[in-house]
């Protein structure tokens, strides 16, 4: 493996939808991470963004259109699409091979602007088969809720709770977009939008505009005294046709495992302090616990019912609210991952976690059910 | 720098109008020839790298997930890289991180396009921002005409010598296609053929630019080690770089174009190339309409400013000059876009590798490959040489 990589800074913008033109949001996010560090435009070796086009903001090759405006100009860059996650992975291999000292990697969604999130994974799917029955990210959230439920007798409560869990975390979240204390009840009596998804367990459509300055160890030690190291990633790809995989056994297990091996782990449950996963539907937060290895498969119910995940639990899942709080679709795994660099660096203001945080982990996923998984492990 | 890369091997499909395939088939078609073409199967490969141009080209969003099975992608890590027209050459250079940084070693890098299935002007269209480049900027040529304007009037150089220069590169290109197997449009033209083609958008007339096709590319890179394992001929990466500039069409110079300069200096100096004419043998240039091509021999120091029209009409860049570009026929002949760069970089590897086949140039020992993309606002450059 190449140099040590870690993250010197972050710096985030509010879910909520904002007046403020697109370019103008980037522009700010990009200037507060190098004010953080004490650096200017000229000081950044490459830039690495994420975002997705035409439908995700009314561009092709928005990469293109934000480029000046994301500190590119006359700089060498590239872009990740889907998963934003990806570009955190893309930074720091560019900064392992000796190229670049410093790394701006950035995510955008102006969701506001967007059409609704499910007329957008309406065409994820092919057009011959797939998108003929109508399929979306929120359809096939729901068959595979129901699998879950049917398999291992998971109840709707324990999926709801989640809900109350992530929401009541948000709360401290200066940046969270949807913010209220909800109670199991109006959860559980919220509307159905697909049976058995209630729409309080469907995350919402948010802004997003996060930037992360990586740098390499000799630079990172002198722009900050609490640098969060790099120290595992993992992603996996699952077969495309919804009726050819096992929604409830899919990639996060493999991805979660390629992380892990590089990071070293061999007990994530009791060797990670932190974690800030994708849970778009809330069900899906249970069922990553177990993809992860924090328990069984079918212990996502139990896991919920005994509160190790709230905020002052054994392991805090989503302090900072989750993407139920906030979900800019494409750049939401960026903001877990800024979330975790805010946990270790102890930078987290009123959602920072009881324990102490020496590990945490990101965790981003899109696709109809899970399709792609990626996790990356981060070290104080 | 990080640890040596070397492409290993290459597939392409046919690239044409391929109406008798699905899209994902076509993906399949380039990733099972890289396969046979390097004697390697999935279980060697540690990762994959997808691209293409945006969702509107074709009409599915996110087609990693579409194509996730004929990219052999299932279980595998993978990577999704985007950048406009340079999409095939920011391709590459993640698999070459990738490799480099030490967290694969053999990765499978795969560009595609079917064209054929949407309207690619409409979604070029759509690059520009809706209030004020939307308008005029219409499509691809509207770009590619006010460069080429540009360039006349900044060096002052007669109209009708650039059309001849223009004319004379779609002439060589046309005929080189006929070499290359893959090669979409081959066709027999005079230089009269050309001058009296039907306008597009002035001065760009109909063989001034590049086809719509369907087509994908994949391109296998393994590390140093591996690479000496798996293949004879390997083709190392001596040297990339990429540069972005601004995005308003208006506000930056496209002749004494910085981002091209830039780039190519990046890539020169990492593969300590001081004389590009005399050290590269060949190069694939990525040349989507005729004019652009001439431009670009002079951002990438192959001639002096001014002077690309006078050397093309002797001959310097063709098959047989100093610096042969585009053998294969180039972009101006095969443009599936999200491949395009790809297979620059598939073809100045096939060059070093010796594996060109009709269209090898003889002893061809260190070759450059690149890509263009945006609104003229990116350039993507990728230098390979047969010694590591």
Known sequence: ?380 | MGRPVAIIGSGQTKHGRRTEITYPDLVREAVQAALENTNITMKDIDGIVYGSMPSMMEGVAMTHFYFADALRAVGMPMMKTETCGTTGMSLAHTGYYWIASGMADVVMVVGSEKMYEGDSQATMSTVMEPYYLRYFLAGAPGIFSMQAQEYMSKYNIPEEKVRDAAARISVDHHKDAFDNPYAHIKVDLSMDDVKNSRIITYPIRLWDVCPNSDGACAVIMASGKKAKKMSKRPAWIKGLGFCGDEYWYGDSDKISWECATEAVKQAYDMAGIKNPRKELDVAEVYNPFTFVELLHYECFGFCGPGEACDLALKGVFSRSGELPCDPSGGTLCTNPIGATALIRVAEAAMQVSGNAGAHQIPGAKLAFAHGLGGLSEFNGIMIMGSEL
């Open chain 1, 1 to 380: 493996m190449g140099k040590r990589v870690a993250i010197v800074e972050v710096a985030q913008l509010p879910g909520a939808m904002s007046d403020a033109n697109f370019l103008q949001q980037l522009f700010e996010v990009c200037r507060e991470v190098m004010d953080k560090a004490g650096m200017s435009r000229k000081d950044i070796g490459t830039v690495v963004s994420a975002s997705s086009d035409v439908f995700h903001g009314g561009i092709s090759c928005a990469n293109a259109y934000y480029w000046d405006s994301g500190a590119g100009f006359l700089k060498s860059g590239t872009r990740q699409d889907g998963e934003s996650l990806l570009a955190f992975q893309y930074g720091v291999m560019r900064i392992m091979t000796g190229h670049y000292d410093t790394a701006l990697v950035f995510g955008v969604c102006k969701g506001s602007e967007n059409p609704a999130t499910d007329a957008i994974t309406h065409y994820f799917a092919d057009p011959f088969y797939q998108r003929q029955v109508g399929l979306n990210e929120t359809f096939a959230a729901a068959l595979q809720m129901r699998e879950y439920l049917n398999t291992y007798g998971i109840t709707e409560e324990q999926c709801a709770k989640v809900v109350v869990k992530n929401l009541k975390n948000a709360l401290g979240n200066p940046y969270a977009h949807v913010k209220k204390r909800v109670t199991l009840e109006e959860v559980m009596n919220s509307k159905r939008v697909m049976d058995p998804l209630k729409e309080m367990e469907c995350a919402p459509q948010s802004e997003g505009f996060v930037a992360l300055l990586l740098a390499s160890e000799e630079r990172a030690k002198k722009i900050t005294t609490k640098p969060v190291w790099f120290k595992g990633f993992g992603s996996s790809m699952d077969t495309y046709y919804l009726g050819d995989r096992n929604l409830l056994d899919g990639q996060l297990r493999n991805a979660a495992k390629r992380a892990y091996d590089m990071a070293g782990i061999t007990n994530p449950w009791k060797e990670i302090d932190v974690a800030e996963i994708t849970e778009a539907y809330a069900f899906q937060e249970l069922l990553w616990y177990e993809g992860l290895g924090f328990c069984d498969p079918g212990g996502g119910g139990k896991l919920i019912d005994t509160g190790l995940t709230e905020r002052n639990g054994d392991l805090p899942v989503n302090p900072s609210g989750g993407v139920l709080a906030m979900n800019p679709y494409v750049c939401r795994g960026l903001y877990r991952l800024a979330e975790v660099s805010l946990q270790i660096k102890g930078q987290a203001g009123e959602r920072q976690v009881d324990r102490k945080v020496k590990t945490g982990l990101a965790h981003g996923t899109h696709g109809f059910a899970g399709q792609f998984h990626a996790v990356a492990i981060l070290k104080g």
